[in-house]
């Protein structure tokens, strides 16, 4: 199975987690093993890299391409990674790596239906091809319920039409492909956002996070990564949405947070004291090179945090 993977902000992110031969390493969003094989190629023999994904197709891929390091790859999502540990009798992690959204192998696969430039895949977008689908989603949420996700999780300004225009078109017979998706997202925009932009992506974005619950896994493995983590060990994360990136910076900051007693306190007494120190203060960015070379970096976002 060809898996095409080009890892963004790869450097930054093997720098930014400070990697130690001897060292036990989560990669919770494994994809094509690219940061996993950087990450692993570093460790000795009591080193580990522990891979995770929902995706089936990513644990096979992963699987073989580190064969030859010190690695074990697992069908989990990243939001399980404390069950993970305890089912390997590990008590902690060095460093966690989430490479948050979604994998290009997902994009390029007609069939798996992420993307909007093929016409005749079937409304899927299931990261863990199991359970609810986009092909639900479109054809059995109320109006108001998918206005309301192309609005809050993909920023559609269209949202409304969208939403109007799909539960007119499906009365007629139900929207199977997405091709036809497609179509009536654009017959539901002004002819102006047409030509300027494909008006699709904001759509695909929204109902993918939706259908995958992206933002509800995200806070739970923050969560559980943070816990999972030994004191001084590094947790990066690459998001490549600002929605998510909000979720994440509001969640360092919060770890990075010390005193929460009013300013006119003479003396603490709240006890709160930082959990966490931020790595880098303002996220890491890809290069003019990179961005030059690979299109996904042009959004992508790298913060670090090590916990105290």
Not at 174 to 200: F, H, M, S
Not at 219 to 241: M, N, Q, W, Y
Not at 283 to 296: F, K, Q, Y
Request: aromatic content about 6%; hydrophobic content about 35%.
């Amino acid at each position: 199975m060809e898996f095409s993977h080009v890892p963004v902000l790869l450097a930054e992110t093997i720098q930014g987690l400070a990697v130690r031969p001897d060292g036990v390493y989560i990669d919770g969003t494994v994809g094509g093993a690219g940061h996993s094989r950087e990450i692993a190629s570093r460790l000795g023999r009591d080193g580990l890299l522990i891979g995770l994904d929902r995706d089936q197709d990513a644990v096979r891929t992963a699987a073989e391409r580190l064969q030859e390091f010190p690695a074990k790859v697992i069908h989990s999502n990243y939001s399980e990674m404390a069950r993970v540990l305890e089912d390997l009798g590990i008590p902690c992690a060095d460093g966690i790596l989430l490479d948050l959204g979604v994998s290009s192998h997902q994009l390029d696969t007609a069939e798996r239906g992420f993307s909007y430039h093929t016409t005749d895949a079937e409304l899927d977008m299931r990261m863990s091809q199991e359970g609810f689908s986009a092909y639900d989603l479109v054809n059995m949420w109320d109006e108001s319920e998918i206005k309301k996700i192309l609005w809050e999780y993909g920023e559609e300004k269209f949202a409304g039409n969208i939403a109007r225009q799909i539960v007119q078109t499906r009365q007629t017979a139900p929207v199977r492909t997405t091709g036809e998706l497609a179509e009536l997202i654009r017959q539901a925009v002004p002819a102006k956002y047409r030509r300027d932009k494909n008006p699709c992506k904001k759509t695909f974005q929204a109902i993918r996070i939706a259908v995958n619950d992206e933002f509800g896994h995200l806070r739970k493995g923050l969560s559980e990564a943070f816990r999972c983590l030994r004191p001084d060990g590094r947790f990066a994360v690459i998001t490549f949405h600002s929605l998510e990136d909000r979720i994440v910076k509001q969640q360092f900051a919060d770890w990075c947070k010390g005193c929460v007693c009013p300013p006119d306190f003479p003396q603490c007494v709240c006890g709160r004291t930082p959990q966490a120190r931020l790595v880098n203060r303002k996220p890491i960015t890809a290069s003019p090179e990179e961005l030059a070379s690979n299109s996904r970096s042009h959004s992508a976002k790298l913060r670090i945090l090590e916990k105290l």
